[in-house]
């Protein structure tokens, strides 16, 4: 589970540097893959995320546009059917007066009984009359029919009959007035054939207005409600202010036709705000129709939609993220391990050329030494010879014994020079007959007697380089006699803590010529019972496959 | 028989004409390519003795030489550089290749076996 998770993890956030190795640094192409991994994140995820976020502001932004003129459009609708509603309630009414005017005498208007009459008549038409009443010019009262008995009383100072002797017309603000139940006055003026006037007044049931009015309410984030001029509320509202109070918003500047405004309540909420002055074809009004909508209310599914694009969005984003970590860190990963092994193989090729060279060094001391061996190897030999052949001097068998010796040691030297020579040349492999016994016992001159002691006998007739087997097989029984030294203890790491013993490249050099000879090489070792190489060759090379690699490889 | 031994370090080749004088071989020695060309010239030689490696003319293009003056001669090479596996390029006429240091009673052997 532990390692589920340290592999998942290491999928998204890869370590290059795990199996660090310090000695390749120098034949790496690239220095940090971590600044390549997070470069190659950062450039793609730009590249994939920039246009999708801006496409999705694009989409939002077009989106609220849309919905806000559909708002606006909807609002305005309502506006303009409310006020219809409104202006149509008004001006019949003011119509019935007309009519009743014109067409009934003054004389039947100012009877009680006839007025009564056409009272009834009027709320059987209509209804939402309370009461009518006769006014003279004089500002007095004549003739009432209505529920309340207000007979006689002088209207002359007030104000709508003012306005009404002015206008002809008259529309009230709602108002409580004396019997603390909000209504609206209408008034009709109308000239007597003596030049006189007289003012027919009725009182408006506000009750049917509000019915009105609510008939074209909408949900729960609507309102529609009168104000006058002043912004004193005259119809209920829910959030705007109390009837008769002033309304909280602004009162909204005069037009003739419908209009939608943005505003915000005090609650800082955005409201959609339509009006309309409400001015009737026979008289101008005080009232303001005021449609009122709560932005947010109104947009809720705008809202829901958004949400869900939302979610779009972050979870493609996500996986937009975490697709580009994975292939970043795999193709890092990839480009890593090439350029590891790469680095790996530039390592070997230059430690091979460093073999090389010492190669070339040692054949140059080799051939240097071979000189002055051979001077003294005949001038030894040639003391001897005086002894022995010409017999100058007395013939002292111990000193022709350490001449001997040195002949010996002599012989000894031009052997390791021999073999140094010949490592210089085991860099170009060249195929031949060789017979591995004969290989093998001229491999066991160096150590001659402990190898029959040893007891190796190999029997196998190959056709390969005869060079550089023999230096394979120098290098095993140089490290199998090192390895006896040590205390039966094998050691077949290629360490250069063993410089006491050589070099330490031994083994490496080994596998790697046993290599050059297409060849495998296996140990097999345990402490204290001794290591077993295997070597196998193939018991034939085909020249050419040595000659092309050694084109390619020149 | 009759034998020139060439090669540019005097002192070896002193000791070892004097060697094979010893041992009853009738030798001259001379220490350059050009020297051994006059000396064969005058005289005929059955073997020659040849250091591969010389200034001036060196052991093979001599042997080539020699050759011409007497095809009959056998050449034997002698050599600083370890083993006979160098001297693919030489002739194939030439009789032996020897390594330095060398074993006298191996030259002695080989001189006894190309003049047969």
Known sequence: MINRTRRALGALWPQFHRQDNKLLDPYFTFTDYHKIWALGICVLVATALVPLLVVTIIHYQLLQKSVDSELTLRTERLASNARRAVTFFLEERLNALRFTVNEIAYDQMTDPDQLAEILRNLKLGFGGLTDLSVIAHTGTQVAYAGPFNLGGRDYSNQRWFIECQKHHFYVSEIFRGYRDVPHIIIAVKFFRRDGSFFVLRATLDTERLIQTLASYETGAHAEIFLINRSGIVQTPSKHQGDIFKKMSLPVPAYSQRTQVTMAEDDQMRSLIVGYAYISTQIADTPFILMVIKQKAGMMQVWQQLRSNLNWFVGSAILVILVVIVLTCSYMVNKLYHADKSKAETMAIMEQSNQLASIGQLAAGVAHEINNPLALINETAGYVKDLFVLKEQGQKDDELIGYIDDILDAVERCGTITRQLLGFARKFEVKIQKVKLNEVISDVLVFHNKEAIYRNIKVTVDVETDRGKLQQILVNLVNNAFQAVDNGCILDIEASPAGADKGTGLGLAITYGLVKKLHGEIFVKSKVHEGTTFTITLPTRIQKEIIENEGHTGG | ?116
């Open chain 2, 1 to 116: 028989m009759k034998v020139i031994l060439v090669d540019d370090e005097k002192k070896f080749a002193t000791m070892l004409a004097k060697r094979l004088a010893l041992r009853g071989i009738d030798i001259d020695y001379v220490n350059t390519g050009e020297d051994a060309i006059v000396k064969a010239e005058m005289e005929r030689y059955d073997v020659a003795i040849l250091d591969v490696k010389m200034p001036g003319i060196g052991g093979i293009e001599l042997e080539r030489k020699l050759k011409e003056l007497d095809p009959c001669m056998k050449i034997i090479f002698l050599t600083g550089h370890g083993s006979e596996t160098d001297f693919e390029t030489g002739s194939a006429e030439a009789a032996c290749y020897l390594a330095k240091p060398i074993q006298i009673d191996e030259l002695m052997k080989i001189l006894h076996e190309v003049t047969g």
